[in-house]
């Protein structure tokens, strides 16, 4: 079975301090992943995505996620929140036939000044 | 460039009525995307053409949802008639490969 389960439905920071959105996966093929985020009343925008290169990658506006085959994770990371990380975070999986995008529920990020 | 345009951005109609969605890919972009985004769920998808053609519509319930790419190039979604559980926002996704999706805005739909 292929799927995705992001482990925090909301987490909350202070600016400034570090953001850690946790993802795990599950499948039996070498997987393709990558966050999405979306802000309220926007589409959704790709982040960075893991495509069985380097196993830490990096994306837009200071995030990172480390591919750790062993522990079946990606999580999302940034060292210093800002509020305009404040949306909702998606963890997604291109299924096995490569056709479709297999998204978790979502990490809501709330960030307080 | 211009994004992935989509209409109406709201839509409140009563269950079975029909509605119909729109969709405008980023030009050039030959793969598009319907999604269903639940309130509380992650978007699933619903459909995907590749130019005209469809290539996945496995999660399309067929005796209510319709869709067409007429000319490759734009598409319309269809829900006829709806019923309460279909209230949720639908996007429209293109890519030029299969890795690169790029959203638009969604649909809100509310059926009472």
């Known amino acids: 079975a292929q799927s995705v389960t992001q482990l925090d439905s909301h987490v909350s920071v202070s600016e400034g301090t570090p953001v850690l959105l946790r993802c795990n996966y599950s499948?039996?093929?070498?997987?393709?992943l990558f966050w999405y985020v979306q802000h309220p009343n926007k589409g959704l925008q790709l982040l960075l995505k893991y495509t069985s290169a380097a196993t830490l990658v990096k994306g837009i506006n200071g995030f990172e996620a480390e591919f750790k085959k062993s522990e079946t994770s990606f999580h999302l990371t940034k060292p210093s929140a800002h509020m305009s990380d404040a949306a909702e975070y998606f963890c997604v999986l291109l299924n096995q036939a490569g056709t479709a995008l297999i998204f978790g529920k979502g990490t809501t990020l709330s960030v307080s000044s | 460039e211009a994004g992935v345009a989509q209409s109406p951005r709201y839509k409140i109609i009563e269950k079975r009525q029909s509605v119909a969605f729109w969709c405008n890919p980023i030009s050039g972009h030959a793969t598009l995307y319907w999604y269903q985004q639940i309130l509380g769920q992650g978007p699933k998808l619903l459909i995907q053409?590749?130019?005209?053609?469809?290539?996945?519509d496995s999660q399309l319930p067929k005796d209510r949802f319709s869709a067409e790419r007429l000319k490759g190039v734009d598409s319309t979604l269809k829900i006829q008639p709806a019923k309460l559980e279909d209230s949720a926002v639908y996007l429209c996704a293109s890519s030029t490969r299969q890795t690169e999706q790029y959203f638009g805005p969604g649909t809100r739909l509310t059926v009472t």
């Open positions: 499948s039996s093929y070498s997987p393709s």
């Open positions: 053409f590749q130019n005209n053609g469809v290539v996945d």
